[in-house]
């Protein structure tokens, strides 16, 4: 049986275009070996064994953030994590009080 899990995800703008060169923090959760990921030219990132636990993530971009996101990691899934990077939350008609309604994780199988 796994004893550990991951995280994987996608960094996009307001827009839901990918971003690249993001870095995406882990800010709380178990002990662990990562904890920063930059992403890819696609947007993607990923942080792989975790100790299973729940942890706190949030990215960075050139000239803005994203909301904190708990992130459950579970024994043999994998954790996925769409974040949205925004300038100015406020101005973003696709946001209600700085929160994209899409920026959320679900776990599947990991593979």
Same mark, same amino acid.
Do not use: C
């Given at each position: 049986? @796994?004893?550990?899990? #991951? =995280? @994987?995800? =996608?960094?996009?703008d307001? +827009? ?5 060169d993001v870095?995406i923090?882990? /800010?709380?959760?178990?002990? !662990?070996? +990562?904890? *920063? *990921?930059?992403?890819?030219?696609d947007g #993607?990132?990923?942080f792989?064994? /975790?100790?299973?636990? &729940?942890?706190v /993530? %949030? *990215?960075y971009? #050139? &000239?803005?953030?994203s %909301?904190v ?8 899934? =994998?954790?996925?994590?769409e974040?949205?990077l925004?300038?100015e939350? @406020? &101005?973003c008609?696709? !946001?209600?009080?700085?929160? !994209?309604p899409n %920026? +959320? #994780? +679900? ?5």
């Open positions: 049986m @796994k004893r550990t899990g #991951s =995280i @994987k995800g =996608i960094v996009r307001a +827009d839901g275009r990918p971003i690249e870095n923090v882990i /800010l709380s959760g178990p002990v !662990h070996r +990562d904890i *920063a *990921a930059i992403s890819g030219p #993607s990132f990923g792989g064994r /975790l100790e299973l636990g &729940d942890y /993530l %949030q *990215a971009g #050139s &000239d803005s953030e %909301q996101i708990s992130v459950p990691v579970v024994a043999g899934k =994998i954790a996925f994590v974040i949205w925004v300038s939350p @406020k &101005d008609p696709n !946001h209600r009080n700085g929160e !994209h %920026q +959320d #994780s +679900d776990i599947v199988p990991e593979i």
